[in-house]
């Protein structure tokens, strides 16, 4: 059983910074590319920022340069480390697979952005 648990959200104002962590369980971690999605109210769910076993990563424009994807392999941990935060960064963030598989969907860690 695949579980993947997102933690380290909460309310910072416009500029701030949180860092979020994903631990997951299963061997899916050690195969697979790892992302950071979210969905904000009313919105669609996006890929914001993946992650290769081997450290390669890719971001959504929204986020390039602010954001900062990484994994401990041996902690079986994914991070986001989200800096210049803007409200409009406002959403519930998940991590997943990608491409995402739908029984893999945590709770997700709400990150709310205002002053």
């Known amino acids: 059983q695949v579980q993947l648990v997102e933690s380290g959200g909460g309310l910072v104002q416009p500029g701030g910074s949180l860092r979020l962590s994903c631990v997951a369980s299963?061997?899916?971690?050690?195969?697979?590319?790892m992302g950071w999605y979210r969905q904000a109210p009313g919105k669609q769910r996006e890929l914001v920022a993946a992650?290769?076993?081997?450290?390669?990563?890719n971001y959504a424009d929204s986020v390039k340069g602010r954001f900062t994807i990484s994994r401990d392999n041996a902690k079986n941990t994914v991070y986001l480390q989200m800096n210049s935060l803007k409200p409009q960064d406002t959403a519930v963030y998940y991590c997943?697979?990608?491409?995402?598989?739908?029984?893999?969907w945590g709770q997700g860690t709400q990150v709310t952005v205002s002053s």
């Open positions: 299963g061997r899916i971690f050690a195969i697979n590319v």
């Open positions: 992650i290769t076993f081997d450290g390669n990563t």
């Open positions: 997943n697979k990608v491409p995402a598989y739908s029984d893999y």
